[in-house]
């Protein structure tokens, strides 16, 4: 399992001994707080709110920063269907956007889909690939939008010598199985703003009144969800915190024998997916010239094909796309000006991009051994 060692096992077990499976029921100071002030310093921010998943996270993002009914944000086609959901979930809609051949938001397309009512934009670094932060946070100024990174899978991966998630106005992760942190679930709100980490702080513990919001946010208190990460994800995540970098080491040692073997092959069909800070990369994505030499590459175990990804690819919301709400009255689409296209042809740009890219696994958890025979599967790829 991603990131459980001897260290995460001894941690849980002291917790579970302790009886302090809640951080906000003991006197005593919480790991949840502690590792939040890890967190917070090792990606270079200035608060770290740590949630029980990246759904979550991104929810208290969007509330933070005052997002709601008749507000637009900007979503990439590609990414978990979360990012898409979590505008609805506090009211507003999302509107797709493409994405280019770096996987990651195309800014050009954002350009066409604004309008009066966009109030945020959420770009994604997916699969470890960073998105063009200085003309996103350019962007952002220049229209008045909050820019909320989803760095939710690429946690300690960076751009320009900053990490992810630590660039933009929020930014959120996740910790859920498949992530560089694992706790099962778990997630992170950073921001350097004093007022939206009040917010998020808030909203995520029930609008609960008694822990000292006041010493950041001054407005009223108002209600929430419970969101609190729990004692336990906070005892195993500590530990494969201080390992993180070495395991993006691996990664990036990894990515660059994937490309040596790909670049071995002598074939004119495959290049590298271009990357916005490629000598920090961290990620690997191979662009085919023909959706067929993508999908046979993509067969290979250990190699996969972006459009054969479930939920990642906009084509399968269903959630999304049906446009239905849990009640009515509340539904985000009746206050809405747009009429935002969720059609499965409404990306062709994405879809293009996804059927003819693979991307290969590197994950540090992947004994060397295996990674060995996954680089002779490349190799035999003629
Ligand atoms: C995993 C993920 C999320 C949601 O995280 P959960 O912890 O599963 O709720 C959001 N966005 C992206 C890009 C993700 O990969």
Same mark, same amino acid.
């Given at each position: 399992?991603?990131?459980?060692?001897?260290?995460?096992?001894?941690?849980?077990?002291?917790?579970?001994?302790?009886? &302090?499976?809640?951080?906000?029921?003991?006197?005593? $100071?919480?790991?949840?707080?502690?590792?939040?002030?890890?967190?917070?310093?090792?990606?270079?921010?200035?608060?770290? %709110?740590?949630?029980?998943?990246?759904?979550?996270?991104?929810? +208290?993002?969007?509330?933070?920063?005052?997002?709601?009914?008749?507000?637009?944000?900007?979503?990439?086609? =590609?990414?978990?269907? *979360?990012?898409?959901?979590? $505008?609805?979930?506090?009211?507003?809609? $999302?509107?797709?956007?493409?994405?280019?051949?770096?996987?990651?938001?195309?800014?050009?397309?954002?350009?066409?889909?604004?309008?009066?009512?966009?109030?945020?934009?959420?770009? /994604?670094?997916?699969?470890?690939?960073? +998105?063009?932060?200085?003309?996103?946070?350019?962007?952002? @100024?220049?229209?008045?939008?909050?820019?909320?990174?989803?760095? +939710?899978?690429?946690?300690?991966?960076?751009?320009?010598?900053?990490?992810?998630?630590?660039?933009?106005?929020?930014?959120?992760?996740?910790?859920?199985?498949?992530? &560089?942190? &694992?706790?099962? !679930?778990?997630?992170? /709100? %950073?921001?350097? *703003?004093?007022?939206?980490?009040?917010?998020?702080?808030?909203?995520?513990?029930?609008?609960?009144?008694?822990?000292? =919001?006041?010493?950041?946010?001054?407005?009223?208190?108002?209600?929430?969800?419970?969101?609190?990460?729990?004692?336990?994800?906070?005892?195993?995540?500590?530990?494969?915190?201080?390992?993180?970098?070495?395991? %993006?080491?691996?990664?990036?040692?990894?990515?660059?024998?994937?490309?040596?073997?790909?670049?071995?092959?002598?074939?004119?069909?495959?290049?590298?997916?271009?990357?916005?800070?490629?000598?920090?990369?961290?990620?690997?994505?191979?662009?085919?010239?023909?959706?067929?030499?993508?999908? /046979?590459?993509?067969?290979?175990?250990?190699?996969?094909?972006?459009?054969?990804?479930?939920?990642?690819?906009?084509?399968?919301?269903?959630?999304?796309?049906?446009?239905? =709400? @849990? @009640?009515?009255?509340?539904?985000?689409?009746?206050?809405?000006?747009?009429?935002?296209?969720?059609? !499965?042809?409404?990306?062709?740009?994405?879809?293009?991009?996804?059927?003819?890219? +693979?991307?290969?696994?590197?994950?540090?958890?992947? $004994?060397?051994?295996?990674?060995?025979?996954?680089?002779?599967?490349?190799?035999?790829?003629?």
């Amino acid at each position: 399992m991603a990131g459980i060692g001897p260290r995460e096992i001894a941690a849980a077990v002291k917790t579970l001994a302790s009886g &302090n499976l809640a951080r906000y029921s003991s006197t005593r $100071p919480s790991l949840v707080s502690a590792f939040e002030a890890e967190l917070a310093s090792h990606m270079g921010v200035r608060h770290a %709110l740590a949630v029980n998943s990246g759904t979550n996270a991104l929810i +208290c993002a969007l509330v933070a920063a005052g997002v709601g009914p008749g507000d637009e944000v900007l979503v990439p086609a =590609y990414t978990w269907v *979360s990012t898409a959901a979590a $505008p609805l979930a506090v009211g507003a809609v $999302p509107i797709l956007v493409e994405v280019d051949q770096t996987l990651t938001i195309d800014l050009q397309d954002m350009e066409r889909k604004l309008t009066p009512q966009t109030k945020a934009v959420i770009p /994604v670094h997916m699969i470890n690939l960073v +998105c063009d932060m200085d003309a996103l946070v350019a962007f952002g @100024h220049q229209h008045n939008l909050t820019v909320i990174e989803d760095a +939710c899978q690429a946690i300690g991966a960076t751009y320009k010598g900053q990490r992810v998630g630590s660039i933009g106005d929020l930014g959120v992760f996740s910790f859920n199985q498949h992530k &560089n942190l &694992n706790s099962g !679930e778990g997630g992170a /709100v %950073l921001t350097n *703003s004093d007022r939206d980490y009040g917010r998020a702080e808030m909203f995520h513990d029930v609008g609960s009144y008694e822990r000292g =919001y006041r010493s950041t946010y001054d407005g009223p208190v108002f209600p929430g969800i419970n969101a609190r990460m729990p004692e336990l994800s906070a005892a195993i995540l500590r530990p494969q915190l201080r390992r993180l970098d070495k395991q %993006l080491a691996t990664r990036e040692r990894r990515r660059a024998m994937v490309l040596d073997k790909v670049n071995s092959l002598g074939r004119a069909d495959i290049t590298e997916s271009p990357h916005h800070d490629v000598e920090h990369a961290i990620g690997v994505a191979l662009l085919f010239d023909t959706v067929e030499a993508a999908r /046979v590459f993509g067969e290979t175990r250990g190699v996969r094909r972006l459009a054969d990804t479930g939920r990642h690819n906009y084509t399968n919301w269903v959630s999304i796309r049906s446009m239905a =709400y @849990h @009640h009515d009255d509340l539904d985000p689409h009746r206050f809405t000006q747009a009429t935002p296209d969720y059609s !499965e042809t409404s990306c062709p740009q994405t879809l293009d991009m996804l059927e003819r890219t +693979c991307t290969v696994e590197l994950a540090p958890e992947l $004994p060397d051994a295996a990674f060995k025979l996954l680089l002779t599967r490349l190799g035999q790829q003629r």
